[in-house]
């Protein structure tokens, strides 16, 4: 079974399109993560929820939009996509704040 | 707010050789300490972790780190390099207090020679 799993493993999209990101995870964990690491493989994070509830929320663009319908389950949505959106995005679970992070394969998407 | 660097870019060791991959972080207690691997196309894997106690730990595929309070170093070794090694590594700190960051280095991108 797939701890971390991410849909889909690629996207290719144009710009001002609307795409969504799934992410799930089946380790139990209560936090999840969304990280974009862009094409110097520089990881940075977006946001953090715990248990559903919105905790960490870096300096990113209103376009961008997690939602957590549970706790095994963390979606980013992205409006108006932006050449600059091209990125590898992970998605992480951990089972304690600050601790080790279980990583999803990745979703690379491409904004032409 | 916590930080980590890691020095080199891009490493280059011959199959066999022995490794030590630098880690300096930045944080204002005792962080939690990560290194991560990453091999093309795929994502992170967690090698080791350092949370307390023995500050020598020993990881997956044969690595050990050790934390150096002093230094304020977790470098990554491995004292026999296989061609299999070579992917990109990530050093991270997560802190123990609820609502901050965890804070991946830059990555060191190790290459492996025959």
């Known amino acids: 079974d797939t701890a971390v799993s991410q849909t889909p493993k690629y996207l290719v999209t144009q710009m001002g399109n609307d795409k969504s990101i799934k992410c799930e995870q089946n380790l139990g964990h209560d936090t999840m993560y969304w990280y974009k690491q862009d094409s110097k493989k520089f990881l940075k994070i977006m946001f953090s929820y715990n248990n559903k509830e919105l905790i960490i929320n870096e300096t990113v663009p209103n376009r961008f939009s997690p939602k957590s319908p549970d706790k095994a389950h963390l979606n980013l949505h992205i409006n108006s996509l932006e050449l600059g959106d091209s990125a590898v995005y992970f998605c992480a679970s951990s089972p304690r704040t600050g601790g080790e992070q279980y990583f999803g394969p990745g979703t690379r998407l491409t904004v032409t | 707010a916590q930080s980590v660097t890691q020095p080199d870019i891009h490493i280059t060791v011959s199959e066999g050789a022995s490794l030590e991959l630098r880690c300096n972080y930045s944080?204002?207690?005792?962080?939690?300490l990560f290194w991560y691997v990453q091999s093309p196309g795929q994502g992170l894997q967690l090698l080791l972790k350092?949370?307390?106690?023995?500050?020598l730990v020993q990881g997956i595929k044969g690595f050990e780190a050790e934390f150096k309070r002093s230094q304020s170093s977790f470098n990554l070794r491995k004292p026999s390099v296989h061609w299999s090694d070579a992917a990109e590594y990530f050093c991270a700190v997560g802190a123990r207090n609820y609502g901050q960051n965890f804070v991946f280095g830059p990555g060191t991108r190790l290459s492996v020679l025959p």
């Open positions: 350092y949370f307390s106690g023995d500050t």
């Open positions: 944080y204002g207690a005792t962080p939690y």
